[in-house]
């Protein structure tokens, strides 16, 4: 090689490595270098494709492109393939080489796209750094048909120094944005705890306010909590179009069903195409943005109980897999922060409930020390003065007044201990059928009671139960018209059944057309459905009345 080529050789490839430092912009940094590249060795036209790990194309960068190619806003070189993308997809493309005819400028001549200003050849070198291919740099010059040895041997080297480049900013961005989703990260945690500490209600409500916060402080279009209920994935809540959606009603197809339990069973971060986010939140009615990710990503959510798994999907407009891959890091560390959520407002509800059972003791205490007391000396009274009065000859007519008074006060009395038992239910710590037992014995009845199953069940539910349980009882001994009454508790793997029946004269389904008669079955229908279950009654004037609470209950950890 002449020394002169070499010295000009050199200085290429040193202007080249200036340039590759001139920027940390990509599109920026390979336009400029291509037009230099051009310039240094005489050719005319260049264009750079970037491959990503799927075998799709980009055309990132282009120089001075002949007419034919730039028609339709370059339609040409964003579609169709070629002989040297079809190489580079299944490895032969190894090294620079010479393109004997381009397939792109072929169609340009048989379909007349327009000038192609002589161009006919180009050559094609690959975009390399290490192992990791990253592209194709193709560039062409009018009625140059063939590079010489040391022409390929000139662009290899250049294509060495843009990949090493192209890898430099590659890394560069990956943690540029792995430190941006992070701060983020932080400000999101800051906010959704104050969030939680103001949330008064259960998991719907959270839901909203986890959706609402990744769009405030993330950049994803689209972002959604995804619950399976009864064996069927729903959308709670997500943010999309600039707003939050919540509880949709359309539940995920069969492929987007199997998608989540590819995420719930590996139980990490799992990444999908386009046409898989598409397929995601197909029944969202969000057409025009699922048309425009390019791919997404969806990591479980551990706080739900493993018969009702949750998911935490985004959608994304970005291509590049590192890109993603930091997207997916901070998107399992966002899983664990909601997780810890859930767990505060659990334990901010229990104080909640601590809270109420405290303020229902203390005002249990103050009526049995005031009112309690003050019913009891009133039928103390009446009961001295009437027996006072009616030993006189004649009875004197206030003693049937004073019995009436007697009486009275004995039914309040009756009635204000039974307030008192059910604002402070003491004997739970017994069980809830000896409660019960314990309850109706002071009510005057006999209470027969059996137990089927054997599990243990929060604390809440238990005491709801009890409420049911007591206004059941009440009822009994105002209608019924009898004093026995049976109590079955049964327990299966998702639900408690509390059934209290008796065979008295029924008519509880009349009282329930009656609104002061059926207040106490609306108190308990409300009681069974504020638990998430149902209240179920039946009643025959014949064969009584029959009264079934059925309450859901959580997942019981082994």
Known sequence: MPEEVKIQDMVTLKTIAETLNTSNDLS????????????????????????????????????NLPPALIRNDK???????????????????????????????????????????DITHHATVPLRSGERMLGLLNVAAPGKEVFSDSELALL???????????????????????????????????????AVNECTEANAALSGIVAKLLGKHFDWPVAALIQQTNGTYIVQAMFADGEVWKDADAPLTLEGTH?????????????????????????SKLDRICNELTSGIGVPLPYHAPEEPGVLVIGTRVRSLDLIKADSE???????????????????????????????????????????????????????????????????PAAEVLRDIQALSQEALKEMRALIM????AGLEAGLLSALQEYGAKQGLQVATERKGMRAIPRFIEEGLWRIGQEALNNIRKHAGVFSTCILLEFSDNEAKLTISDRGKGGAKRRKSSSESSLGLSIMRERAQSLGGRLELWSSSRKGTTVTAVIPLPFETQ
């Open 28 to 63: 920026l940094m390979l336009d400029t270098v291509v037009g230099k590249l051009l310039e240094l060795t005489g050719l005319t036209a260049g264009w750079l494709f970037l491959i990503d790990e799927r075998g799709e194309y980009t055309c990132v960068s282009d120089y």
């Open 75 to 117: 339609e040409p070189m964003r579609s169709g393939t070629c002989w040297c993308i079809n190489r580079f997809k299944d490895g032969r493309l190894q090294h620079a080489v010479n393109i004997i005819n381009c397939k792109r400028l072929e169609d340009a001549v048989e379909f007349k796209w327009g000038d192609t200003q």
């Open 156 to 194: 290899q080297a250049v294509a060495y120094q843009i990949g090493s480049a192209m890898e430099r900013m590659r890394l560069y961005r990956a943690e540029q944005r792995r430190a941006e989703l992070y701060a983020r990260l932080g400000d999101f945690g800051t906010a959704l705890s104050i």
């Open 259 to 283: 998608l989540m339990d590819r995420i719930v069973d590996h139980y990490r971060a799992s990444m999908f195409s386009a046409d898989e986010v598409v397929e995601i939140f197909s029944q």
């Open 330 to 396: 901070v998107l399992e560390a966002l899983a664990e922060h909601i997780t810890a959520s859930r767990e505060s407002q659990k334990l901010a509800d229990h104080r909640h409930e601590l809270a109420r059972l405290e303020e229902r003791n203390r005002l249990a205490r103050d009526l049995h020390d005031s009112v309690n007391q003050i019913l009891f000396s009133l039928s103390l009274t009446a009961r001295g003065a009437e027996s006072m009065l009616s030993d006189t000859e004649p009875v004197h």
């Open 422 to 425: 059910q604002l402070r239910p």
